[in-house]
């Protein structure tokens, strides 16, 4: 299964405007992950002690559990868009020991060779969204395949007609502009699952 996951505002922006590599989800998008920050389930594949167990925590442990591959973007990789030659964040925003511990499949116009960071091997696509799906369905080993943004990643996939669940964790939050999830889509309707309300974030699963 290829599950599409976001962290969205109530007014559906991804991120917020004037994204920088500093501020590489733009003003107040940082904002919209906060509800996942304080988690155990969080903290601890990034190296971090503590945290928060609850609804939350139980919803990332089992996302995390039943993934086997992931697809994004080379600006969520690492906010670059050129030749990496010149991307000074060329090997990306988590350092040497990465938290995913499973196949990554950047999708982006540039090649260059795997890219081995701790327990996380990145593999750069520059054939498209669909194959560096089918690579990560192949990978994981049959498991799902977790596509993990940025949006417009997300959007050629749906367009594509390659995503079959999106889990959208809406968080009580208004950016008023930046990137938004849905922007360009033909009309359809979603199939509303599961709903899981919380005090930071509402979570919820629409199959297409």
């Known amino acids: 299964m290829v599950v599409a996951e976001m962290s969205m505002s109530l007014d559906g922006f991804v991120a917020g405007p004037d994204a920088t590599l500093d501020d590489p989800l733009g003003r107040g998008g940082m904002d919209l992950h906060e509800w996942a920050f304080r988690l155990a389930a969080w903290r601890k594949p990034h190296g971090l002690e ?4 609850d ?18 973007g080379r ?10 030659a010149g991307d000074p ?13 499973k196949p990554v499949f950047v999708v982006t116009h540039h090649a260059r060779e ?21 690579d990560a369905t192949t990978a994981g ?3 799902d395949v977790h596509i993990s943004g940025g949006a417009d990643v ?25 990137v938004r999830l849905f922007d360009g889509l033909e009309p359809r309707r979603l199939e509303a699952g599961t709903v899981v309300a919380a005090p930071r974030a ?3 699963r629409y199959t297409l």
């Open 114 to 134: 795997p890219l081995e960071l701790g327990a996380t091997t990145f593999t750069f696509v520059t054939a498209g969204v669909e194959q560096a799906i089918a």
């Open 154 to 178: 997300v959007q050629q996939a749906i367009r594509a007609g390659l995503v079959d669940v999106i889990d959208l964790q809406i968080v009580p939050l208004l950016l008023g502009s930046g």
């Open 89 to 101: 964040n060329a090997n990306g925003w988590w350092g040497d020991d990465p938290p995913f511990r």
């Open 55 to 72: 609804v939350d925590s139980a919803l990332v442990e089992k996302h995390l559990a039943a993934t086997g591959a992931v697809v994004m």
């Open 202 to 204: 509402t979570h919820v």
């Open 50 to 53: 503590g945290g928060e167990v």
């Open 141 to 143: 080993s049959g498991k």
């Open 75 to 84: 600006k969520m990789f690492s906010g670059g868009s050129g030749p990496w």
